[in-house]
């Protein structure tokens, strides 16, 4: 089964903007893949932040916007507010099974 | 509005069974593929297995495989997921979805 690799913790002031990496152990990620972004805060369900790589859905802030870059999927925060300090899950789906990664501790401080 | 609302949960020994129901509603049901997705306590999601919108397909993470089995009722709009052979392991909040839209979950405890 794939590996699928997150940072484990990131920090960004308020305001900022702050990248978060998804990489997989099979090799570059592609839209083929699929990837998602996923918010957790504590004590919540996920929450979908974007579908497909780039899909934002009609509850997600235009501050997050979803990319690939240098063989990995990225989520982008721009504009940083303290109530996007959360867990960030992405997953990758590989012929139809599903991989999350170990999730982003983010920090707004 | 959409709501998904998982049942069936609770504390069952090791070894025994359980089945979870996600019963949805505000969307058309039997077009979506449908998921579940679990998340052991102060652990990250792990996803469990999906099935396709008429049911004809499914698929399940590795470590599931001959022990779980999703299912799904269109004519009611739910969806199942049968855990057999249960392990201490197994013990986790477990979310169904449409990896769009998420329950609110539901706690299964495995333990003696």
């Known amino acids: 089964q794939a590996v699928v690799t997150q940072e484990p913790s990131l920090t960004v002031s308020p305001g900022g903007t702050v990248t978060l990496t998804c990489g997989s152990s099979t090799g570059a990620v592609t839209s083929g893949h699929y990837p998602y972004w996923f918010q957790q805060r504590p004590g919540q369900a996920p929450r979908t932040l974007i579908s497909?790589?780039?899909n934002k859905h009609s509850w997600t802030p235009a501050r997050f916007s979803g990319s690939l870059l240098g063989g990995k999927a990225v989520l982008t925060l721009s504009g940083a507010q303290p109530e996007d300090e959360a867990e960030y899950y992405c997953s990758l789906s590989y012929s139809g099974a599903v991989v999350f990664g170990g999730g982003t501790r983010l920090t707004v401080l | 509005e959409v709501q998904l609302v998982e049942s069936g949960g609770g504390l069952v020994q090791p070894g025994g069974s359980l089945r979870l129901s996600c019963a949805a509603s505000?969307?058309?049901?039997?077009?979506?593929?449908m998921h579940w997705v679990r998340q052991a306590p102060g652990k990250g999601l792990v996803w469990v297995s999906r099935?396709?919108?008429?049911?004809?397909?499914?698929i399940y993470a590795d470590s599931m495989k001959g022990r779980f089995t999703i299912s799904r009722d269109n004519a009611k709009n739910t969806l199942y997921l049968q855990m057999n052979s249960l392990r201490v392991e197994d013990t986790a909040v477990y979310y169904c979805?449409?990896?769009?839209?998420w329950g609110q979950g539901v706690l299964v405890t495995v333990s003696s």
């Open positions: 099935i396709k919108s008429d049911g004809s397909t499914t």
């Open positions: 505000g969307f058309t049901f039997n077009t979506y593929w």
């Open positions: 497909d790589t780039t």
């Open positions: 979805g449409t990896f769009y839209y």
